[in-house]
Nanobody, 125 residues
Framework: QAQPVESGGGLVQAGGSLRLSCAAS????????MGWFRQAPGKEREYVTA????????YYANSVKGRFTISRDNAKNAVYLQMNSLKPEDTAVYYC??????????????????WGQGTQVTVSA
């Protein structure tokens, strides 16, 4: 599987919004669960959200539930993360990832075998 490519990060004030995009490739994209993870300085990579290949199953970490929305457009091989009501603690590098064939533990980073380079999101107080 080709490496996903994230975009859309930036600097925003607390309470603001950002929309991240992830461009993926590969003929099996529409069958793969895709996830977003993030890593803040000095912290371990953290699961944020995931979406099944057909978009019917969506999962969120409690820390972002009600504020973030994941979506996908299989015709464009793209995954999106709409982030609203951003908080300073959301500051991190955000990574898009594709789950390995047969993977099902969507909250576990080791289940994903293709990762993007990440995009920085900084939320100022």
């Amino acid at each position: 599987q080709a490496q996903p490519v994230e975009s859309g990060g930036g600097l925003v004030q607390a309470g603001g919004s950002l929309r991240l995009s992830c461009a993926a490739s590969g003929g099996a994209f529409s069958f793969r669960t895709m996830g977003w993870f993030r890593q803040a300085p000095g912290k371990e990579r953290e699961y944020v959200t995931a979406i099944s290949g057909d978009g019917r199953l969506i999962y969120y970490a409690n820390s972002v539930k009600g504020r973030f929305t994941i979506s996908r457009d299989n015709a464009k091989n793209a995954v999106y993360l709409q982030m609203n009501s951003l908080k300073p603690e959301d500051t991190a590098v955000y990574y898009c990832a594709g789950i390995r064939p047969g993977g099902w533990r969507v909250t576990v980073a080791e289940e994903y075998d293709s990762w993007g380079q990440g995009t920085q999101v900084t939320v100022s107080a």
